[in-house]
Nanobody, 121 residues
Framework: VQLQASGGGLVQAGGSLRLSCAAS????????VGWFRQAPGKEREFVAA????????YYADSVKGRFTISRDNTKNTVYLQMNSLKFDDTAVYYC???????????????WGQGTQVTVSS
């Protein structure tokens, strides 16, 4: 599975962005997908995850109520809708796919290249 993250950019605090994670490979619909982010000088951290079948996602406390993860398996794409963005959301965002629905980086075998999100205060 190859993943391509896109949709990042520069946005003012309080604004919104939608990230996309497009996948190649017929087995994508059988994988859980997670979004992670890494700010300069910080470790990569979990943001959100969704099961292979879709449904409600699981979120880090820092983004709960502001971010929504969803997927369209007919398009081999997972989305991360980010609303009410804060300066602290500034980071490179990565999508990842793996067989286990998890918050752990080690659970995900396939990673996209990352997309930069910058929130200005």
């Amino acid at each position: 599975v190859q993943l391509q993250a896109s949709g990042g950019g520069l946005v003012q605090a309080g604004g919104s962005l939608r990230l996309s994670c497009a996948a190649s490979g017929r087995t994508f619909s059988s994988y859980a997908v997670g979004w992670f982010r890494q700010a300069p000088g910080k470790e990569r951290e979990f943001v959100a995850a969704i099961r292979y079948s879709g449904g409600g996602g699981y979120y880090a406390d820092s983004v709960k109520g502001r971010f929504t993860i969803s997927r369209d398996n007919t398009k081999n794409t997972v989305y991360l809708q980010m609303n009410s963005l804060k300066f602290d959301d500034t980071a490179v965002y990565y999508c990842a796919a793996g067989p286990v629905y998890s918050t752990q980086i080690s659970s995900y075998a396939y990673w996209g290249q990352g997309t930069q999100v910058t929130v200005s205060s």
